[in-house]
Nanobody, 125 residues
Framework: QVQLVESGGGLVQAGGSLRLSCQAS????????MGWFRQAPGKEREFVAA????????DYTNSVKGRFAISRDNAKNTVYLQMNSLKPEETAVYYC??????????????????WGQGTQVTVSS
């Protein structure tokens, strides 16, 4: 079973940037699709970004395209989410998740079966 630990969250002003990290342990994630989701207070968890096992393919929810970038370093067993031009409405807990082994990119949370505890991102106006 893989363990995922997110870090890098915090308080940032609107327009600012943060870089989230997701450190995996217990199993190599190099063969797995990885993703980031977020959940704002009172709202359902939503897809943010996903990356293929080899890092070649990425997918983003429309609202973050051009501002967020997902990447991975399989040698470090780590996935990243660079977030630029942050908006107050993006305040949420951000979760890292492991998808299917050798899987195709997906934005469906049911296709991800291991989750981290989340890291809080707060964007002030």
């Amino acid at each position: 079973q893989v363990q995922l630990v997110e870090s890098g969250g915090g308080l940032v002003q609107a327009g600012g940037s943060l870089r989230l990290s997701c450190q995996a342990s217990g199993r190599a994630i190099s063969a797995y699709v990885m993703g980031w989701f977020r959940q704002a207070p009172g709202k359902e968890r939503e897809f943010v970004a996903a990356i293929s096992w080899n890092g070649v393919d990425t997918d983003y929810t429309n609202s973050v395209k051009g501002r967020f970038a997902i990447s991975r370093d399989n040698a470090k067993n780590t996935v990243y989410l660079q977030m630029n031009s942050l908006k107050p409405e993006e305040t949420a807990v951000y979760y890292c998740a492991q998808g299917r082994r050798w899987g195709t990119l997906t934005a469906t949370s049911k296709d991800f079966d291991s989750w981290g505890q989340g890291t809080q991102v707060t964007v002030s106006s």
